[in-house]
């Protein structure tokens, strides 16, 4: 399958800023990055990496990208932005669903993926602490930095573990634990959260 490397780089600038204007920031900013790459470095193998990269943000089921829309100053929908919005979704996942099968795909560039700077998370456990009224909860995360690499760590040890610059907004971190833990509360525990756009992949 033939990709026009131009084209889909400014699909891709656009639907970034849509993105920032959906609240998405960080994966708005990652789509702006990877397209900027995908620019410099057209060669087939850069396009098949990009693919699987957009295949990983476009998972995710109910609150995912697929359920969003673009609001104005006032809360209601606008559809002149949201019809843009969906018809660039539409392009990123036919270009997703495009090339190799996905399972062979993900296998080849897994890797290369977390090399990237990819870490997930998941919260596996929470374990009481303390009496009450001062009962307290310890949580312990599974942080995976490479394919099949994973480690128990409790949330003091979850920045280190991550990555997270404590310099940095604190924005990221909170995001991707609210996400965790919501995944924890409904029983979605082979599920994992990508840091930091907090974005759902289904285990």
């Given at each position: 399958?033939?990709?026009?490397?131009?084209?889909?780089?400014?699909?891709?600038?656009?639907?970034?800023?849509?993105?920032?204007?959906?609240?998405?920031?960080?994966?708005?900013?990652?789509?702006?990055?990877?397209?900027?790459?995908?620019?410099a470095n057209p060669a087939a193998k850069d396009v098949e990496?990009?693919?699987?990269?957009?295949?990983?943000?476009?998972?995710?089921?109910?609150?995912?990208?697929?359920?969003?829309?673009?609001?104005?100053?006032?809360?209601?929908?606008?559809?002149?932005?949201?019809?843009?919005?969906?018809?660039?979704?539409?392009?990123?996942?036919?270009?997703?669903?495009?090339?190799?099968?996905?399972?062979?795909?993900?296998?080849?560039?897994?890797?290369?993926?977390?090399?990237?700077?990819?870490?997930?998370?998941?919260?596996?456990?929470?374990?009481?602490?303390?009496?009450?009224p001062f009962r307290r909860g310890r949580t312990m995360y599974?942080?995976?930095?490479?394919?099949?690499?994973?480690?128990?760590?409790?949330?003091?040890?979850?920045?280190?573990?991550?990555?997270?610059?404590?310099?940095?907004?604190?924005?990221?971190?909170?995001?991707?634990?609210?996400?965790?833990?919501?995944?924890?509360?409904?029983?979605?525990?082979?599920?994992?959260?990508?840091?930091?756009?907090?974005?759902?992949?289904?285990?």
């Open positions: 399958m033939t990709t026009s490397v131009n084209a889909l780089a400014l699909d891709m600038l656009t639907f970034s800023g849509l993105l920032r204007i959906i609240r998405q920031p960080q994966l708005a900013e990652n789509y702006e990055a990877r397209a900027k790459y995908l620019l990496e990009t693919r699987a990269w957009v295949r990983l943000t476009l998972q995710g089921g109910a609150g995912g990208l697929g359920d969003m829309y673009v609001q104005k100053a006032d809360g209601s929908v606008d559809e002149v932005l949201t019809r843009q919005y969906m018809e660039l979704l539409q392009k990123m996942t036919d270009f997703a669903n495009g090339g190799d099968e996905p399972s062979s795909l993900l296998q080849q560039m897994g890797s290369a993926m977390f090399a990237h700077g990819y870490t997930y998370v998941r919260l596996v456990e929470v374990v009481p602490t303390g009496k009450w599974e942080v995976m930095t490479a394919p099949g690499v994973t480690r128990l760590v409790d949330s003091t040890l979850l920045g280190g573990a991550v990555g997270y610059d404590p310099r940095g907004s604190r924005r990221d971190m909170q995001e991707c634990q609210m996400t965790a833990r919501r995944m924890f509360d409904e029983g979605r525990t082979d599920d994992w959260v990508h840091f930091s756009s907090s974005q759902v992949i289904p285990g």
